[in-house]
């Protein structure tokens, strides 16, 4: 596989997106720290515009049954259904594919034509939404392109194909719209939150949008009415450039991949202090999604640390004083990954070793950890989940570290912040909380769950080799971390994202229409 050599790193930019404008859908500006953009609110008041936003779509097929699939099918189909838009959504599977049966208990069928073969129901559609595994999308992309129907809009809810096609020295077809609505979480929550907000004027996950390739003039009205059919609270714009590189690294780290590790590694030392197993669990699996994350989401990042008391902020900054530059080393590695094409040929090598039966995603929930968790969950009392001062400073400084790769990378405010603190907070850490790391993992996308898999090592190494020996061997706490951290530009920023939060909280454990993995 031949990668080309414009994938080269390149300096630190800034985002450079124009304020775009809607003929239908009224656009805000929001300020965060010393820029301004332009985002769309959303609601299912706005339901009735989604007939103009979607003028000359009569069908539109979803392709694929994996993470995003079942949830955006339903939404989009329950959103135009409100509006009386008269539009038909099918999905499209690979013929045998055992995911029919799935979707034809979530209402879709072969005899209304709401559930077909892929490549039909992709030469029927107007505007072809392909959510098929990144790994799928790389090694049929060419055949999507030459059956899909003259004028029809090619849809994805990741930038990842144009990463590929870049590395291959290719680009998509010149005479077709290519427009992006990506949720910032995983499919079960765009679903669930879909359905828990429907009292509320909707709620779902914010998304990015960007549009590609504008042949027709009006990509920019569908991809916002896109959006707000999926759910999304508040819509903000991106480049597909900006947002697989965005999105393929924070998964690898504070969502996925770094909280994972930091899990695992606090356990450990821990109980080398002197703690029950179930003690550990509590002061870091449990404190991360109990206590620290409930607070980012709803007052910001710094709320954690103004929060403590005197000594409990000492304890905070010697962790984030020690964690701090070991993440961001291993953070800064693997977004020069992702941007130079190394990380996406990753996950079409592991595609590859999955498909020929030389690899597999096997289980990561079998640790002591993950066991002790089950019967710490089991007797569960919210009330008493501790706020570990020690595990807020290395979770917080993992954090911190990706928000400021992102921005020295050139990502926008609203990107850097849905990636690095909105994702982790409202869409993944409830699903940990609730029964786990691997029910969180592995209800992502497949590019997620390797990637996941992939660099969790890496974080609970370092952190293990050069955080946590520099406090037991009592190196002093860098003040200069400190006051970057207590000062830092983006503090402000999430606390405005916060007032555009889903306007309810996800339940887990509430009824849910969509189907949630769990690998045995």
Known sequence: ???SPAFAPRTSRVSKLSAFKSDIFTTTEVKLAETTETIVKG???????LPKAFEGIKKIGVIGWGSQAPAQAQNIKDSLNDAGAGISVSIGLREGSSSFAEAREQGFNEEDGSLGEMYKVIAESDLVILLISDAAQSKLYQKVFDTM???A?????HGFLLGYLDSIGEAFPEDMDVILVAPKGMGPSVRRLYEQGKEVNGAGINSSFAVHQNKSGKALELALGWGVAVGAPFLFETTLRDEYRSDIYGE???LLGAVHAIVEGLYRRYQKQGMTPEDAFLNSAESITGQITKKISTRGIKAVYDDMNADDKKIFETAYSASYSPSKEILQECYDEVRCGNEIRSVIMQGDRVNSGKGFIGKIDGTDTWQVGERVRANRDDDKIPLNPFTAG????TMMAQIDVLLEGGHSYSEVINESV???????????????VAFMVDNCSFTAKWGSRKWAPRFDYILDQLA?????????VDAQKISDFTEHRVHGAVQECCKLRPSVDISVSAPTSTKEIVIK
């Open 153 to 157: 809009t090619l849809g994805l809810s």
């Open 43 to 49: 609601g299912r008041d706005l339901f009735p515009l």
């Open 149 to 151: 129907k003259p004028g």
């Open 394 to 397: 290395v979770y917080v400084a």
């Open 468 to 476: 946590y020996t520099a406090v037991d061997n009592g190196v002093p």
């Open 1 to 3: 596989m031949a990668f």
């Open 422 to 436: 909105i994702e982790a907070v409202d869409s993944l850490a409830p699903y940990m909380h609730y029964r786990g």
């Open 252 to 254: 690898r780290g504070i």
